[in-house]
């Protein structure tokens, strides 16, 4: 008679305990991590993203043109040559009143920033590059001053100034990427900032 009513005892309790433990663990669950047992109360926060009205952030400046920080970060993300030259590709598009941006996608276009570029021409834009002739530059400074004065005074003196409108003299025989590749390249340099 004992052996029954421990194996009848068992086998009510045994379901009934792990059904508690069961529901006491799903409640811990719901709770976000927070224990019942635990010592430390933690303040609940609604909105917690919402600053407090007499906060300010303050930001103190680098010194740096976001610009140049945008082209350098383009430049050193696809392990350029020209990463070093970004303040000067910044500074010379302002000298020539071009878009800053122009210099480096236009570079990519054409020779992947210069990893595709005939060997020792520092040429990266397929600048007077056509049939077997190749025009080579002495260093990237002389390249970058070059190709962006050319840019300003054959292309954006008549009135060429987006991708679309200089690849009409530029690049005449592409039907369309070429544009599309330096617009592309254009849109990317913007996010950055």
């Not at 004992?2 to 009848?8: C, G, P, V």
């Not at 043109?65 to 993300?77: C, N």
């Not at 409108?165 to 599309?180: D, F, H, L, Q, R």
């Amino acid at each position: 008679m004992r052996k029954i009513f421990l194996l009848t005892s068992f086998s009510f309790l045994a379901p009934l305990t792990l059904l508690l433990a069961f529901s006491f663990l799903t409640f811990i669950s719901y709770q976000k991590g927070s224990l019942i047992f635990s010592l430390e109360k933690q303040p609940r926060v609604a909105y917690a993203a919402l600053p407090n009205r007499n906060e300010a952030i303050f930001l103190e400046p680098k010194g740096v043109d976001a610009r140049v920080e945008a082209v350098e970060d383009f430049l050193s993300y696809y392990k350029s040559v020209l990463t070093p030259f970004a303040d000067e590709i910044v500074a010379t598009a302002d000298k020539y009143d071009l878009d800053y941006r122009l210099i480096p996608a236009i570079a990519m276009q054409e020779s992947t920033l210069c990893k595709k570029a005939p060997k020792d021409s520092h040429n990266c834009w397929g600048y007077g590059i056509y049939g077997g002739k190749v025009t080579r530059f002495d260093n990237y400074n002389d390249a970058i001053e070059t190709v962006t004065k050319g840019l300003a005074t054959k292309y954006k003196a008549i009135g060429l100034e987006t991708p679309e409108e200089i690849m009409s003299k530029y690049n005449p025989v592409s039907k369309g990427t070429w544009a599309e590749g330096v617009s592309g390249y254009m849109a990317r340099l913007s996010f950055n900032l």
